[in-house]
């Protein structure tokens, strides 16, 4: 089991920025695809960014491109997510992932979840 803490939401105007932080205490996520996950109200949780173990391999939703950057630390067993030039439609709870060990980045299929943090975007 890995457990995935993620902190860093919050509100924001529009064209603002924030960086989530995902940390699996305790436990190495070195050797796991990593990503990131984000849900509106009322509509489903989508794909964001996924990682690759090594940091040398992303994948981004159409959406974020160019605005999010998603990295890792993995002496720290940490993922980030950079949120650049945020607008109203980026406001949903953000989840971060970890695949299984030595699974691929892409298509990423989580099997750990975090809890969740909230990010608002006003307008």
């Known amino acids: 089991q890995v457990q995935l803490v993620e902190v860093g939401g919050g509100l924001v105007q529009t064209g603002g920025s924030l960086r989530l932080s995902c940390a699996a205490p305790?436990?190495?996520?070195?050797?796991?695809?990593l990503g990131w996950f984000r849900q509106a109200p009322g509509k489903e949780r989508d794909f964001v960014a996924s990682?690759?173990?090594?940091?040398?391999?992303?994948s981004y939703a159409d959406s974020v491109k160019g605005r999010f950057t998603i990295s890792r630390d993995n002496a720290k067993n940490t993922v980030y997510l950079q949120l650049n030039n945020l607008q109203p439609d980026d406001t949903a709870a953000y989840f971060c992932a970890a695949g299984s060990f030595l699974a691929s980045f892409y298509p990423f299929i989580p099997r750990y979840w975090g809890q969740g943090t909230q990010v608002t975007v006003s307008s």
């Open positions: 990682i690759d173990w090594s940091s040398s391999r992303t």
């Open positions: 305790g436990r190495t996520t070195s050797r796991h695809p």
